[in-house]
Nanobody
Framework: QVQLVESGGGLAQPGGSLRLSCAAS????????MAWYRQAPGKERELVARIARGGSTDYGDSVKGRFTISADNAKVTVYLQMNSLKPDDTDVYYCNLLYVFLGTSHNSWGQGTQVTVSS
């Protein structure tokens, strides 16, 4: 089982920036995708950004042009650079990893990190 540890959340002012990191540890054979999701209380978890093994990316409509996802496959770490933050970006952000181990696909989630955007 792969464990995901997130860091970098906290408080930012509107228009400010934060950078989230998520490091994976454990055994895996191949990464399919690494992604960030977010969830507000009482709402469904939504995709923020995703990066595939080949490097292709996709973003949720509300963060396009403001957030950038990147990954260091050697370190099995994914980053989320968040710029031009808005109060609506306030949520708990979760890291997600889809990977293959011993021929079986697996889906792991981090514990979540709080991002609060407020003046």
């Amino acid at each position: 089982q792969v464990q995901l540890v997130e860091s970098g959340g906290g408080l930012a002012q509107p228009g400010g920036s934060l950078r989230l990191s998520c490091a994976a540890s454990g055994s895996l054979s191949m990464i399919n995708t690494m992604a960030w999701y977010r969830q507000a209380p009482g709402k469904e978890r939504e995709l923020v950004a995703r990066i595939a093994r080949g490097g292709s990316t996709d973003y949720g409509d509300s963060v396009k042009g403001r957030f950038t996802i990147s990954a260091d496959n050697a370190k099995v770490t994914v980053y989320l650079q968040m710029n031009s933050l808005k109060p609506d970006d306030t949520d708990v952000y979760y890291c997600n990893l889809l990977y293959v181990f011993l021929g079986t696909s697996h889906n792991s989630w981090g514990q979540g990190t709080q991002v609060t955007v407020s003046s």
